[in-house]
């Protein structure tokens, strides 16, 4: 049996956060190199889901759908850092020379890392998943009939989400067999009896302009109205409505999609390269699925909350610390090292997570706080355990103790 507790505390620090010297060495050439691009060109995702991730890969290694689910040396094994979904506008770097690879800024998003605390804000996506706002069948002032790109500007986030739909459930991709992700957006055309009219670029017809009828039940519209609270509750109620479909959603690192619920078996670790890869018997490449910050980073967005952090460490150095069980709301973030929970529910004691494989789960779930810390039953112990820097044991699926936490916050998730 896998010593679970063990391997996460020795690969928490280090998911996501490292990359190796070679990789590096490879994203620094490709920077290096001539782009292709003109600055501040654009380009659509036209597929359902597209990762991103984290720098270039040599030719030899080039193959954008082997990203396995997850592993325990992620930085080692899985490059995923993030992922796009179809309709989503990104803002150009670069082109690497063989053409198959485009450096992207992420669409309003940020990282840090233990070694650095300067944001890095970009990514790289396989081409064949993007389509150039200047090769648009149509006249290019039809881009104005696609979401806009968002950015990291706050203030500007509303206008970004007006005139939109996103839709909270998985919805049917006319023609092609597979479904639009929960999360992707829309520009409105009009609204119509039980839907709206929105523009896509259909694959039908060589991703020419086309429109889209969506029944109302698969869509989210901003409004503006609601307070900061509302937006807190309507975030939590996104994140169950995906728990309380039928299935699993898959963790999946670096990811933030969901088309369908997984009914596959997990096939428990391999051993490969060094590292413990996990896999599900997914037909879809890539794979659907969120991970812990993908999670939040998502259901923020779609409530129209400001989270541009995708990772925990991120989260850790922007987010206001929370030392009292007063101020603790619906949303806020529990914090540990490599890992993000949502507070859920305050009156019932109950957090959100995409937990990883490591400790049974590998799933999204909602579950008590004395199913994930020892001796905790109430947010009144967490932060009184907290404040009095007593260390917190971890369980994993099976109520077993694996992971010994020195180092625990709660976040506050708005200003």
């Known amino acids: 049996m896998i010593n679970e507790g063990n391997a996460l505390a020795k690969h928490t620090l280090r998911l996501f956060l490292l990359i190796p010297t070679t990789f590096l ?3 620094n050439a490709f920077a290096q190199s ?15 889901i597209a990762d991103v991730l984290g720098g270039p890969v040599s030719a030899e290694q080039f193959d954008w759908y082997e990203q396995p689910i997850c592993a325990d040396n992620i930085c080692g094994a899985c490059k995923r850092i993030d992922q796009l979904l179809f309709n989503e506008m990104v803002e150009v770097v670069g082109v690497c020379d063989d053409g198959k690879q485009v450096h992207i800024k992420l669409p309003g998003k940020m990282y840090e890392t233990h070694q650095a605390r300067t944001p890095r804000t970009d990514g790289w996506v396989a081409r064949k998943n993007l389509l150039f706002v200047r090769d648009l069948k149509a006249d290019r002032s039809d881009a104005k009939h696609l979401p806009p790109p968002l950015t990291l500007d706050k203030q500007d986030r509303a206008h970004q989400l007006q005139h939109t739909i996103t839709l909270k459930e998985p919805c049917p991709m006319p023609g092609t067999g597979t479904y639009f992700s929960v999360g992707t957006r829309f520009v409105i055309k009009q609204q119509i009896k039980n839907g709206y009219e929105v523009w896509w670029l259909n694959p039908n017809k060589e991703n020419t302009l086309d429109v889209l009828r969506i029944p109302t039940h698969y869509c989210l519209t901003y409004n ?6 509302q937006r807190r509750h309507l975030m939590i109620d996104l994140a169950r409505n995906m728990i309380q479909r039928s299935g699993e959603v898959a963790y999946v690192w670096g990811g933030c999609s969901m088309i369908a619920p997984c009914y596959d078996k997990i096939e428990y670790p391999i051993k490969k390269t060094g590292n413990l890869i996990f896999d599900r018997a997914q037909d879809s490449l890539p794979r659907n699925g969120i991970d812990c910050s993908g999670l939040i980073c998502r259901t923020a967005l779609m409530a129209g909350i400001y989270m541009p ?16 069980v007063q101020d603790i709301k619906v949303g806020d973030v529990i914090w540990i090292p490599g890992h993000v929970m949502l507070v859920s529910s305050l009156e019932k004691n109950l957090l959100i997570e995409a937990r990883h494989y490591l400790h049974g789960y590998g799933r999204v779930h909602e579950i008590p706080l004395a199913e994930e810390f020892a001796g905790i039953k109430t947010y009144a112990d967490l932060i009184q355990a907290i404040n009095q820097k007593k260390p917190i044991m971890r369980k994993d699926r ?3 103790h694996v992971q010994k936490l020195h180092d625990i916050k709660i976040l506050s998730l708005t200003a």
């Open 34 to 48: 001539k782009n292709k691009i003109a600055p501040a060109q654009y380009a659509i995702c036209c597929v359902p």
């Open 224 to 229: 503006a109205s609601l307070t900061t609270d």
């Open 25 to 27: 060495a490879l994203h």
């Open 398 to 400: 099976h109520g077993n």
């Open 309 to 324: 952090y995708k990772n925990s460490i991120t989260m850790a150095r922007n987010l206001r610390e929370i030392h009292r």
